[in-house]
């Protein structure tokens, strides 16, 4: 009973290639819509790769043709035992908006690669991504508003962000669908190439990130975050602090000796 359990909830696999973390949604009978348990893992498994210094870089991918059909609302309600008042304000942040979170906020450049559906809070940890990758007959929907209920999970905050307020109000409110060719054209993500591309694509992104100077790149990473909130002068006092800590690591050191040595810096995320 407990296998048969766990297959219909789906797993979260992981393995790794060097120092690349690779992190699969696999429930492909539900197009890897997120059970309880899942986001669980995912919450557990990339809070573990925030303080790991041997990983410099993430892959987050869905098994089978699909990301991610989102969270699995249908199966997460069917106990039929009404909820305490307050539930979801009180669960959600340390569920499914803190998975959004730690992709968005993780010192380690996150790469994801998008097959079929990313809808729902499939849709916003492609978005969350520092890097995503899609088919171009990949699909990328808000439906949020076509459920009945309001949007979360980040997508108010990174779809404006990234497309802009007519393309937000478009997915948001009228819940259009974007197909991975249209994602790229809008800059709602990084590129859209052949489904026989996909995998080679996201491979060698991943190993020239992952052979960067991996704590400037997390340092990038949060001040980019934080200019989006901040002023121009806030932004650079913040710039000035990161590139304080950038100039002590041993990637800095070897960045200013290769470039006297006219040749190419062999960091080691140090």
């Known amino acids: 009973m407990g296998d048969k359990a766990q297959s ?25 819509a997120l059970s309880h348990s899942m986001i669980d893992t995912l ?34 309600s069917s106990s039929g035992q009404r909820p305490r008042t307050g539930d979801l304000v009180r669960r959600i942040p340390h569920t499914a908006h803190r998975v959004v979170e730690l992709v968005h906020t993780l ?35 808000e439906p949020f508003l076509d459920r009945g209920f309001s949007p979360d999970s980040g997508s108010t905050w990174l779809l404006p962000r990234l497309v802009g307020m007519a393309r937000a109000k478009e997915m948001l409110l009228l819940g259009e669908k974007v197909n991975g060719t249209a994602a790229a054209q809008w800059g709602l993500i990084h590129r859209s190439v052949d489904d026989a591309d996909l995998d080679s ?23 980019i975050n934080y200019g989006q909130h ?23 050191k070897e960045g200013l000796a290769a470039f006297r040595e006219r040749r190419k810096p062999d960091f080691t995320g140090r």
Request: contains cysteine; hydrophobic residues 50%.
């Open 201 to 223: 694509t996201s491979a060698a992104l991943l190993d020239r990130l992952a052979s960067g100077p991996t704590v400037a790149i997390g340092l990038a990473k949060q001040a």
């Open 107 to 141: 010192h380690l450049p996150v790469v994801c690669t998008v097959r079929g559906w990313a809808a729902g809070m499939g849709c916003n940890l492609a978005l969350a991504a520092d890097f995503t990758v899609a088919a171009p007959d990949a699909v990328f929907w």
């Open 230 to 252: 901040a002023t121009l002068n806030q932004a650079m006092t913040q710039e000035l602090f990161n590139l304080e800590l950038a100039c002590r690591t041993s990637d800095f």
């Open 43 to 76: 919450v557990d498994t990339l809070t573990a790769a925030a303080s790991d210094d041997s990983l410099r870089a993430v892959h987050l991918s869905g098994a089978g043709s699909d990301f991610c059909a989102g969270v699995d609302w249908v199966g997460s």
């Open 8 to 32: 219909a909830d789906g797993v979260v696999t992981t393995s790794r290639d060097g120092a690349v973390l690779h992190i699969v949604l696999d429930r492909t009978s539900r197009r890897n």
